[in-house]
């Protein structure tokens, strides 16, 4: 049974950083890609970042290029979202997902994600 379980999430200060963290279950989600999106207030979700699973290629959304950053360690089992230079606008519910299923059509599309994790929240104040 896969199960996503995000944490690192809080209050921080606008220009602050913070890593969040994915911890997976399941023996075959090390073998998929897996990716981040964000969801805040009154919005739709919004792809964050993706990373094969050898963790050689990465997809950025066009909100985090240049600030986050998306390493995964297989053998640990984990995923992390590394966030620099946070802006109020980065407020959100963050939330990890695996892409349990072949053939890729899309690293960004939040319906090509099988398996999701409950979210973790994000502020950051001005």
């Known amino acids: 049974q896969v199960q996503l379980v995000e944490s690192g999430g809080g209050l921080v200060q606008a220009g602050g950083s913070l890593r969040l963290s994915c911890a997976y279950s399941?023996?075959?989600?090390?073998?998929?890609?897996l990716g981040w999106f964000r969801q805040a207030p009154g919005k739709e979700r919004e792809f964050v970042a993706a990373i094969a699973p050898d963790g050689l290629r990465t997809f950025y959304g066009d909100s985090a290029k240049g600030r986050f950053t998306i390493p995964r360690d297989n053998a640990d089992k984990k995923m992390y979202l590394q966030i620099n230079n946070l802006e109020p606008a980065d407020t959100a519910v963050y939330y990890c997902?695996?892409?349990?299923?072949?053939?890729?059509?899309?690293?960004?599309?939040?319906?090509?994600?099988?398996?999701w994790g409950q979210g973790t929240q994000v502020t950051v104040s001005s």
């Open positions: 399941g023996r075959t989600v090390g073998s998929f890609p």
């Open positions: 997902a695996a892409m349990i299923r072949r053939p890729i059509s899309s690293w960004t599309r939040d319906d090509m994600y099988t398996n």
